[in-house]
């Protein structure tokens, strides 16, 4: 058994919706193809990932440093111990030969569409959802009985957005959250830092008014704030019990975050912009985080995959954190999968937005403000409708006599 | 006044050379030429800039998303005040549009290669040596005559090497250091950790041996070692009266750097697999450096160029350090200017290797472990004979009626 070819093609994301930093109509994603020599139902058995949503494809790092470096390591030391699946770990290992320690950043998406699409031709040579196949190499098939977030093949969801619109902009907001409950969503997450203070206090407002009591609101400053803006807006939400205060500052500034959570009290959400275990173990450290409070955001879509992540988790159960405080940025296909296989809180969705990656397929079931993954094997891509024409053209094989799927 | 074109061209590193991690004959770099609607001395005013070296070109980032950006933006925003040259500051501030916060890797060292061409080309303007032209920028003229590091056209220069052999390592270790001597080195720094300990402290012995009293040798171990290794490694050296231990673990595990330097009295360096001030701020912040003692080797040419570089340092200044603490890495042309210019402690060389961009140019004087910048305008590329000929390949208007110079 062994990787013929793999392809990436980069793709434009619709929509020209602005968070509190970027304009997200700019950006891009690496969509990659590992295609086996294997065959399934009469098709190639070939793996699709993408590097999650909201930064940019990285076809330079991909053709001219990590697919060169795969297609050389010979074929035997991709695989597993019984050479029934590729071994993600050592396809990671490989794609990082000669790369330094440090600099986690362009290069772990790169690494992490790479290596979510092995996870998915993995599934796809057991011909099983994805999840399932994460939750045995996870070893957490044994769990399942417990652990009650494991028990189903369905998440929590929450509906992310709560844009700022020119003009009329809370009425449009309410109306924004109103379409989201119709759909189905009880949760929001809606955007600050994009306005004054006070303008935003009332967004805030609203929106608690129309989700309803239970904390279901969550506010997102994508790491815009200074420390005293961040200590403002911090004093004002606590009156107004949103559920949590997601990127209040950079990233990075593990400072900032600990000086903020020692005045509040309620929970901090961040780590969607730190991409390797070492930058989060740094948060763990540093930035004040609180065991069964505060949310962790990393997504695996950005920062070197599923393997990376799964360490990740090992890190935070040892420092005392729960697979329950665990919300991965990026609301797609692939994060349901790895919600639903490692038993994570749940899910975050932008919808109709960020497409074609953005939101889950027709086939998955959303109620009661739940996510259900469908049958079809790996991450279930080809049944996203959005999708499915640059499947086709990064791997032409898959068209079934022309018949398309 | 205005920018014409951006081009960048991928350059392999000759040398097959390694370090404790890596093989740096699979390294790359970018040449970037900033093309300027100017004329000096009958030549179009062209900037030229590279990304460092020991990392990898970035010709993805820059094709796809920085050239792009800074192409569409109007020319007259890339300009200072004056407009006599162009704007450093703003020209970052264009290629980092839609970017998002964190995840400070290959990003960076692609923002890099395109803004030292920017300073290439502002020198290049005034037909002076870019010393010169960073030292006003720096508003540091007129320190130059209270503060010694700032009152001539040389400084310090260490020779870095110590590589491992195949059988007689030690012999051949010794014959390398003794062939830097007769160029004109009298500090060296080698490497460690790719043997036993044992057989490096032996190593490390021999160099002391060779490079005689006043704490001449240096020691790096390129980010290798776990809290235990590093322990181990700290205790032998600290016998050894090595002038600073270099990089002893992951250079962003914070705690491991301040726990060693909780027992190793002696200098720690680290900070050139550090790209932004937040991780270096971090590094401050938690790492345990110490002002006065150790030795900050953030490199500019790999996190975002001299404008955060700048930063950088003032906040290294607030922090109580001082500019005699940094060592940047990359031994090169551009950073014997960025040294010169802003009055740092001194400039690595690893004489013969990472050709074309290794080492200065046959002006540039070497003598008594100093090293002098030539008159050249700008960092003086092009009088470094290896690498004229990428140079006429990425800017072919510098051919001077094909008489090359």
Same mark, same amino acid.
């Given at each position: 058994?062994?990787?013929?070819?793999?392809?990436?093609?980069?793709?434009?994301?619709?929509?020209?919706?602005?968070? /509190?930093?970027?304009?997200?109509?700019? %950006?891009?994603?690496?969509?990659?193809?590992?295609?086996?020599?294997?065959?399934?139902?009469?098709? *190639?058995?070939?793996?699709?990932?993408?590097?999650?949503?909201?930064?940019?494809?990285?076809?330079?790092?991909?053709?001219?440093?990590?697919?060169?470096?795969?297609?050389?390591? *010979?074929?035997?030391?991709?695989?597993?111990?019984?050479?029934?699946?590729?071994?993600?770990?050592?396809?990671?290992?490989?794609?990082?030969?000669?790369?330094?320690?440090?600099?986690?950043?362009?290069?772990?998406?790169?690494?992490?569409?790479?290596?979510?699409?092995?996870?998915?031709?993995? /599934?796809?040579?057991?011909?099983? *959802?994805?999840?399932? +196949?994460?939750?045995?190499?996870?070893?957490?098939?044994?769990?399942?009985?417990?652990?009650?977030?494991?028990?189903?093949?369905?998440?929590?969801?929450?509906?992310?957005?709560?844009?700022?619109?020119?003009? &009329?902009?809370?009425?449009?907001?309410?109306?924004?959250?109103?379409?989201?409950?119709?759909?189905?969503?009880?949760?929001?997450?809606?955007?600050?830092?994009?306005?004054?203070?006070?303008?935003?206090?009332?967004?805030?407002? /609203?929106?608690?008014?129309?989700?309803?009591?239970?904390?279901?609101?969550?506010?997102?400053?994508?790491?815009?704030?200074?420390?005293?803006?961040?200590?403002?807006?911090?004093?004002?939400?606590?009156?107004?019990?949103? #559920?949590?205060?997601?990127?209040?500052?950079? !990233?990075?500034?593990?400072?900032?975050?600990?000086?903020?959570?020692?005045?509040?009290?309620?929970?901090?959400?961040?780590?969607?912009?730190?991409?390797?275990?070492? &930058?989060?173990?740094?948060?763990?450290?540093?930035?004040?985080?609180?065991?069964?409070?505060?949310?962790?955001?990393?997504? !695996?879509?950005?920062?070197?995959?599923?393997?990376?992540?799964?360490?990740?988790?090992?890190?935070?159960?040892?420092?005392?954190?729960?697979?329950?405080?665990?919300?991965? %940025?990026?609301?797609?296909?692939? +994060?349901?999968?790895?919600?639903?296989?490692?038993?994570?809180?749940?899910?975050?969705?932008?919808?109709?937005? @960020?497409?074609? @990656?953005?939101?889950?397929?027709?086939?998955?079931?959303?109620? &009661?403000?739940?996510?259900?993954?469908?049958?079809? *094997?790996?991450?279930?891509?080809?049944?996203? !409708?959005?999708?499915?024409?640059?499947?086709?053209?990064?791997?032409?094989?898959?068209? #079934?006599?022309?018949? #398309?799927?």
């Amino acid at each position: 058994m062994r990787i013929v070819d793999i392809r990436e093609l980069t793709v434009p994301l619709k929509g020209n919706i602005a968070n /509190a930093v970027v304009n997200f109509s700019a %950006h891009t994603v690496s969509l990659v193809a590992v295609v086996t020599d294997q065959v399934r139902d009469g098709l *190639p058995v070939v793996g699709l990932g993408f590097n999650s949503i909201g930064r940019f494809a990285q076809s330079g790092i991909l053709r001219e440093r990590l697919i060169p470096r795969l297609l050389e390591t *010979p074929p035997e030391q991709l695989l597993d111990e019984v050479a029934e699946a590729f071994n993600p770990q050592a396809v990671v290992a490989a794609a990082m030969r000669n790369e330094k320690p440090g600099g986690h950043g362009d290069r772990a998406s790169a690494v992490a569409a790479l290596e979510l699409a092995v996870w998915d031709a993995n /599934a796809k040579l057991r011909e099983e *959802p994805a999840w399932q +196949n994460i939750r045995r190499a996870a070893s957490l098939t044994a769990a399942v009985e417990s652990e009650p977030a494991l028990s189903g093949s369905d998440v929590e969801v929450y509906a992310a957005g709560g844009y700022y619109y020119p003009g &009329d902009s809370l009425s449009r907001l309410r109306d924004e959250l109103k379409a989201y409950q119709q759909l189905g969503y009880a949760s929001f997450k809606i955007k600050i830092g994009g306005a004054s203070l006070t303008e935003d206090m009332q967004r805030v407002a /609203a929106a608690v008014d129309i989700a309803g009591a239970g904390h279901r609101v969550a506010v997102d400053a994508n790491g815009r704030f200074d420390l005293a803006t961040a200590m403002d807006y911090g004093r004002a939400l606590q009156e107004l019990n949103v #559920r949590w205060y997601e990127e209040p500052g950079d !990233p990075l500034d593990f400072e900032l975050n600990r000086a903020l959570i020692e005045v509040y009290q309620a929970p901090v959400a961040t780590g969607e912009n730190l991409f390797s275990c070492i &930058d989060t173990l740094n948060l763990l450290r540093f930035g004040g985080m609180r065991p069964g409070i505060d949310v962790i955001q990393v997504d !695996p879509g950005l920062s070197y995959g599923l393997v990376e992540y799964m360490r990740l988790l090992q890190q935070l159960e040892s420092a005392g954190y729960s697979r329950a405080q665990c919300f991965p %940025h990026g609301g797609h296909l692939i +994060n349901l999968h790895v919600v639903l296989g490692l038993g994570l809180a749940g899910c975050e969705a932008y919808p109709g937005v @960020f497409q074609p @990656f953005g939101g889950y397929s027709p086939q998955c079931r959303l109620a &009661d403000a739940r996510i259900a993954a469908s049958a079809a *094997p790996g991450f279930g891509l080809v049944e996203k !409708p959005e999708l499915l024409p640059y499947i086709y053209a990064v791997a032409p094989e898959l068209e #079934r006599n022309g018949a #398309r799927l």
